[in-house]
């Protein structure tokens, strides 16, 4: 005899999406690229670091693993879209911060010192923006 516990029955039957694997396996190797966990560079065609800066705007720096992992996290909401998911404000609260919490990185420097204050925090938010957004291709 199974039994639920607490709020978790709801979440039975619930699966991520094919549609959302790729984004769930790109945004923790992008966002460890980007808070500095480790970095990410191609030697071939001379050579590509995806931290680099492709634009400068106001002294941030927007490089592709910025980009990537706020596309990928909107390519999760749109493919939930599609499926018509009613987000609780649980789930709300995780895209904001998995939305926000990179640009903040980039365009707020009291935010990036929180960062990059040490390995912990910096490996935390790694961690917490990836599992924001498995969560939220997991529910939806």
Same mark, same amino acid.
């Given at each position: 005899?199974?039994?639920?516990?607490?709020?978790?029955?709801? =979440?039975?039957?619930? @699966?991520? #999406? +094919?549609? #959302?694997?790729?984004?769930? $396996?790109?945004?923790?190797? &992008?966002?460890?690229? $980007?808070?500095?966990?480790?970095?990410? @560079? *191609?030697?071939?065609?001379?050579? =590509?670091?995806?931290? #680099?800066?492709?634009?400068?705007?106001?002294?941030?720096?927007?490089?592709?693993?910025?980009?990537?992992?706020?596309? +990928? !996290?909107?390519?999760?909401?749109?493919?939930?879209? *599609?499926?018509?998911?009613?987000?609780?404000? @649980?789930? *709300?609260?995780?895209?904001?911060?998995?939305? +926000?919490?990179? +640009?903040?990185?980039?365009?707020?420097?009291? &935010? @990036?010192?929180?960062? *990059?204050?040490? #390995?912990?925090?910096?490996?935390?938010? !790694?961690?917490?923006?990836?599992?924001?957004?498995?969560?939220?291709? =997991?529910?939806?």
């Amino acid at each position: 005899m199974a039994t639920a516990f607490g709020g978790l029955s709801e =979440y039975t039957g619930k @699966e991520i #999406d +094919l549609i #959302d694997l790729a984004a769930v $396996i790109g945004i923790p190797w &992008f966002a460890a690229t $980007i808070f500095g966990v480790f970095s990410f @560079e *191609l030697s071939i065609f001379g050579g =590509y670091n995806f931290s #680099d800066a492709i634009w400068s705007v106001g002294g941030a720096e927007i490089s592709f693993a910025l980009l990537a992992v706020l596309f +990928l !996290t909107v390519w999760i909401l749109g493919t939930n879209e *599609l499926n018509g998911s009613d987000y609780r404000p @649980e789930e *709300l609260a995780a895209i904001v911060f998995a939305l +926000l919490t990179p +640009l903040m990185f980039v365009f707020v420097p009291a &935010f @990036e010192s929180l960062v *990059l204050w040490n #390995d912990i925090s910096q490996l935390f938010f !790694t961690l917490a923006v990836s599992v924001a957004t498995t969560w939220i291709s =997991y529910v939806a």
